[in-house]
């Protein structure tokens, strides 16, 4: 059993990653497909409509966790498209091609996806896991003022650890781009 509050955030978290995610993709519009298109895992004619489909399929996700519906579905189709991520990574890594974005930036249209990375797979993974402790039972008890508290104040660490592990490996990416650039 795991308590309510940990369920919580754990959707929480979920449902603003996934809108993000989502609002990524749209608001990268051309540069995403083009992202998705270096992956070189789909037939070049399915490429942009699955561009389309996957902020469609995030946002569900997200409003999902968000509103707790469908909620015996959400974790585990939450984990198969982190999975999935993970997978496309990992042959894209095995093929030499780290020099692609992962398209997984949450900074719209920056221009700012981290390159590759087996990091990348073990995040994917990780949060993959994460998703599926949502669907163990939740003790019944009901949510009090300091839990609401805690909840935001962890949503908040959450978002800080989460950007600040994305910008490590960020760093970390270029640092080795320029070591091998030197060497």
């Known amino acids: 059993?795991?308590?309510?509050?940990?369920?919580?955030?754990?959707?929480?978290?979920?449902?603003?990653?996934?809108?993000?995610?989502?609002?990524?993709?749209?608001?990268?519009?051309?540069?995403?497909?083009?992202t998705l298109g270096e992956y070189r895992l789909l037939p070049a004619a399915w490429t942009r409509p699955v561009a389309r489909l996957l902020p469609f399929i995030?946002?569900?996700l997200g409003l999902g966790w968000l509103?707790?519906?469908?909620?015996?579905?959400?974790?585990?189709?939450?984990?198969?498209?982190?999975?999935?991520?993970?997978?496309?990574?990992?042959i894209n890594l095995v093929r030499g091609r780290v020099h692609i974005g992962?398209?997984?930036?949450?900074?719209?249209?920056s221009g700012?996806?981290?390159?590759?990375?087996?990091w990348l797979v073990a995040r994917n993974l990780a949060l993959g896991a994460v998703a599926m402790t949502a669907m163990l039972p939740a003790s019944q008890r009901e949510l009090g003022l300091l839990d609401w508290v805690t909840l935001v104040l962890a949503l908040l660490a959450s978002v800080?650890?989460?950007?600040?592990?994305?910008?490590?490996?960020?760093?970390?990416?270029?640092?080795?781009?320029?070591?091998k650039s030197r060497g």
Not at 79 to 89: E, W
């Open 160 to 179: 800080a650890l989460y950007t600040g592990a994305s910008q490590i490996l960020r760093n970390g990416a270029a640092i080795a781009s320029w070591r």
């Open 67 to 90: 509103t707790g519906l469908a909620s015996g579905w959400i974790a585990p189709l939450t984990s198969a498209l982190l999975g999935a991520y993970a997978v496309a990574i990992a």
């Open 112 to 118: 700012d996806d981290q390159p590759l990375s087996w």
């Open 1 to 34: 059993m795991i308590d309510p509050l940990v369920g919580k955030a754990i959707a929480t978290a979920f449902a603003l990653l996934w809108l993000l995610a989502a609002w990524h993709k749209v608001s990268a519009g051309e540069r995403f497909v083009a």
């Open 102 to 109: 992962c398209g997984c930036g949450l900074g719209g249209a």
């Open 58 to 60: 995030e946002a569900v």
